[in-house]
Structure formats: structure tokens, C-alpha cells
């Protein structure tokens, strides 16, 4: 199940990160769901790093740092696959 659970927040933490992103990105949505995935992964490492990994209620600071790391994560994956891409083509 925690597989799973991670398959899903990946592939929400990437679809936030590419919405939140300006401009159109080119990477296909199961390449977004790997990025966003270890997005979360270095998120909670972040939170864990910081002490705010586990919480009363909801953990706002972790999320916060899920989803930044995803969007940073997504950012730079974007510009390797379309590097990759594009050199692939000419």
C-alpha cells in the first residue's frame, strides 16, 4: 500500500509542479509522476531534517516542502528531457 500512496501523492505533487510552472511543459505525465515522487521523497527528508516531519494535525511545513522540492524537481527535470529531446532529433 505505501507504494501505492506514493504513486498517488507523486503523481499530485507533479501536476501541481507543472501547473504552477510558467510556460508549457513537454515531459510525458508518467515522467511527471516519477519527478513528483521524488519531490516528496526530498521534501520529507527536508521536514525530517528541519524536526517538522510529524506534527499535531496537519503538517503544513512538510507539504510546503514536498511541493516546493517537486516544482524545483520538475523544473529541472524538464530541461534535461527536453535537452535530451531535442538532441535526440537533430
Known amino acids: 500500500m505505501g507504494w501505492?500512496?506514493?504513486i498517488i501523492?507523486?503523481?499530485?505533487?507533479?501536476?501541481?509542479?507543472?501547473?504552477?510552472?510558467?510556460?508549457?511543459?513537454?515531459?510525458?505525465?508518467?515522467?511527471?509522476?516519477?519527478?513528483?515522487?521524488i519531490g516528496a521523497v526530498i521534501g520529507n527528508a527536508l521536514a525530517s531534517a528541519f524536526g517538522i516531519d510529524e506534527t499535531a494535525g496537519i503538517d503544513w511545513?512538510?507539504?510546503?516542502?514536498?511541493l516546493g522540492a517537486a516544482?524545483?524537481?520538475v523544473f529541472l527535470g524538464e530541461m534535461a528531457y527536453t535537452s535530451v529531446r531535442s538532441k535526440r532529433t537533430a
Not at 511545513?61 to 514536498?66: F, P, S
Open 4 to 6: 501505492l500512496w506514493a
Open 9 to 37: 501523492v507523486g503523481f499530485v505533487l507533479g501536476l501541481i509542479a507543472k501547473a504552477l510552472l510558467p510556460g508549457k511543459q513537454h515531459s510525458p505525465l508518467w515522467l511527471i509522476t516519477i519527478f513528483g515522487i
Open 61 to 66: 511545513g512538510r507539504h510546503a516542502l514536498q
Open 71 to 73: 516544482v524545483l524537481v
